[in-house]
């Protein structure tokens, strides 16, 4: 199966940035899509950005839209969450997934494979 490892989760006051990445690993489609989820108490899972792997189409929620950029390295075979000027609201569990084809989605149950999940708290 494939395998999601996710990293650079931890605490940023607002306004502040950062990174996370999610290196996929084992076996791997021809084609396929990358997203980026999150989810808080109370709340079912909610998608943030998403790209396809192939052509590098990108999708965003309108919450994060001119903040957060999602991208990707082919050669490292992972792809990478840029969240700038971040907000409180912004705080929760990210979760990195792979769907299998061409086209992204911004539904959870689209997806094949999910990560561990990472943390990411912002402060007042």
């Known amino acids: 199966q494939v395998q999601l490892v996710e990293s650079g989760g931890g605490l940023v006051q607002a306004g502040g940035s950062l990174r996370l990445s999610c290196a996929a690993s084992?076996?791997?489609?021809?084609?396929?899509?990358m997203g980026w989820f999150r989810q808080v108490p109370g709340k079912e899972r909610e998608f943030v950005a998403a790209i396809s792997w192939c052509g590098g189409s990108k999708d965003y929620a309108d919450s994060v839209k001119g903040r957060f950029t999602i991208s990707r390295d082919s050669a490292k075979n992972t792809v990478y969450l840029q969240m700038n000027s971040l907000k409180p609201e912004d705080t929760a569990v990210y979760y990195c997934a792979v769907r299998a084809g061409v086209a992204y989605s911004r539904f959870p149950s689209s997806y094949d494979y999910w990560g561990q999940g990472t943390q990411v708290t912002v402060s007042s």
């Open positions: 084992g076996r791997t489609f021809s084609n396929y899509a």
